[in-house]
């Protein structure tokens, strides 16, 4: 049949479509025709890759390394309270230092260092407390950490030396408290910021 103003007298569409072959169903949706035909088609296995690879990544990535900060957190304060057991010993004993200064000179060697071994025991756990409420609560808590354990420290390495007592006795107590307290925030911090698989406690797709 010949053609009409409107296309084809049968078979054809009337306006923009005569002359040309029907457009198929999803060519009809909401938009352009031409802009659906260049459209490539993600395939649906690299689609089921993807997803998988993003659950993979948020799995790894998911809950703080709590065993691993309260196990290394139980062995420094072990070896922490021992070690400071044998210096206090070795201090009065060997070189006559009465460390530590808040003992006082008329204690005996025992148990003025059973009495420092328990004050390095729990601060250690405190330590390894604040630590674990840090990784609950803090955005950075490994930096949070490192700031407020460092002016503990600082804290304590000053505090003997205020005190009234031998000045031998001061300056030992400091560097004992100094070097414990550095050692067990610097090995918590470490082992926080090695168990987090990004740095600066930001994901490395938000980094600027």
Do not use: K
């Not at 804290?155 to 100094?178: F, H």
């Amino acid at each position: 049949m010949p053609d009409s103003p409107f296309g084809r007298g049968s078979g054809g569409l009337p306006g923009r479509y005569a002359g040309r072959p029907a457009p198929r169903p999803w060519e009809r949706s909401f938009r352009c025709p031409s802009a659906a035909r260049r459209r490539t088609a993600e395939a649906p296995v690299q689609r089921y890759e993807d997803f998988v690879a993003l659950h993979d990544e948020i799995a790894v990535r998911s809950g703080p390394p709590l065993r691993r900060l309260w196990w290394t957190g139980a062995a420094a304060a072990f070896a922490g309270s021992v070690l400071a057991f044998a210096a206090v010993v070795g201090l009065r004993v060997m070189l006559g230092v009465e460390a530590p200064a808040f003992a006082g000179a008329g204690v005996a060697a025992e148990p003025a260092a059973a009495s420092y071994a328990l004050c390095a025991l729990a601060g250690t756990v405190q330590a390894t407390a604040l630590m674990h409420l840090l990784l609950a609560t803090s955005a950075r808590p490994a930096r949070t950490f490192a700031w407020i354990g460092g002016f503990a420290v600082v804290l304590l390495t000053v505090l003997p030396l205020v005190l009234n007592g031998p000045l031998d006795a001061a300056i030992a107590t400091s560097g004992m408290n100094l070097a414990g307290g550095a050692a067990v925030v610097a090995l918590l911090s470490a082992v926080v910021a090695g168990s987090r698989p990004f740095s600066g406690d930001d994901p490395p797709g938000r980094r600027r």
